[in-house]
T-cell receptor
Framework: DSGVTQTPKHLITATGQRVTLRCSPRSGDLSVYWYQQSLDQGLQFLIQYYNGEERAKGNILERFSAQQFPDLHSELNLSSLELGDSALYFC?????????????????FGAGSRLTVL | GDSVTQMEGPVTLSEEAFLTINCTYTATGYPSLFWYVQYPGEGLQLLLKATKADDKGSNKGFEATYRKETTSFHLEKGSVQVSDSAVYFCALSVAEDTGRRALTFGSGTRLQVQP
């Protein structure tokens, strides 16, 4: 158990629908990251939050949105779903830091939410 | 932008064989480098890391050395086991003033170890 909890583990839905994926970060971690893993695109960074604020955006579609709540859990909302959105969605967390400095920002990953769009 | 290039798999080895998975990177600034491993049906786990040039990361018999001159971070293990069968991802992170700390991953290399 990594300490990062993702729900649901599996989700099957239809095209055009909307789903919400939830992530609880490891205790003490302030940053949350969302990644999409698909066979053809590999691991794609979607978005990062730090202590409730958006810090970085990657290849996130306009149909997707996310937020981090005051208790630091995060939700990824996927709307107007298409077949190509079928993928594993990973959440990761880290302590995070506000500036440059030595050391490595180690990300701890959850087990993922597998989304199947039919 | 930042990028990571890994050797394509699958890599198939017999038990106790020597393993090398090549990884090279392109980055602005001074990246930290990582190897993550993904076992079937699981999330990614940190295997090892290195934060500056000439650092050697090691864990569970795996090693990788941060080579700035060749922009490489090749993963090695002297004697693989069947239990090492997994997908291995090389990744980098560059601390940015914006607060971005996300990892950029390579495409992953699948390792299959046969008894």
């Amino acid at each position: 158990d990594s300490g990062v909890t993702q729900t649901p583990k599996h989700l099957i839905t239809a095209t055009g629908q909307r789903v919400t994926l939830r992530c609880s970060p490891r205790s003490g971690d302030l940053s949350v990251y969302w990644y999409q893993q698909s066979l053809d695109q590999g691991l794609q960074f979607l978005i990062q939050y730090y202590n409730g604020e958006e810090r970085a955006k990657g290849n996130i579609l306009e149909r997707f949105s996310a937020q981090q709540f005051p208790d630091l859990h995060s939700e990824l909302n996927l709307s107007s779903l298409e077949l190509g959105d079928s993928a594993l969605y990973f959440c990761a967390s880290s302590v995070g830091s506000s500036g440059r400095g030595p050391g490595a920002n180690v990300l701890t990953f959850g087990a993922g939410s597998r989304l199947t769009v039919l | 932008g930042d990028s990571v290039t890994q050797m394509e798999g699958p890599v198939t080895l017999s038990e106790e064989a020597f393993l090398t998975i090549n990884c090279t990177y392109t980055a602005t600034g001074y990246p930290s480098l990582f190897w993550y491993v993904q076992y079937p049906g699981e999330g990614l786990q940190l295997l090892l890391k290195a934060t500056k040039a000439d650092d050697k990361g090691s864990n569970k018999g795996f090693e990788a050395t941060y080579r700035k001159e060749t922009t490489s971070f090749h993963l090695e293990k002297g004697s693989v086991q069947v239990s090492d069968s997994a997908v291995y991802f090389c990744a980098l992170s560059v601390a940015e003033d914006t607060g971005r700390r996300a990892l950029t991953f390579g495409s992953g290399t699948r390792l299959q170890v046969q008894p």
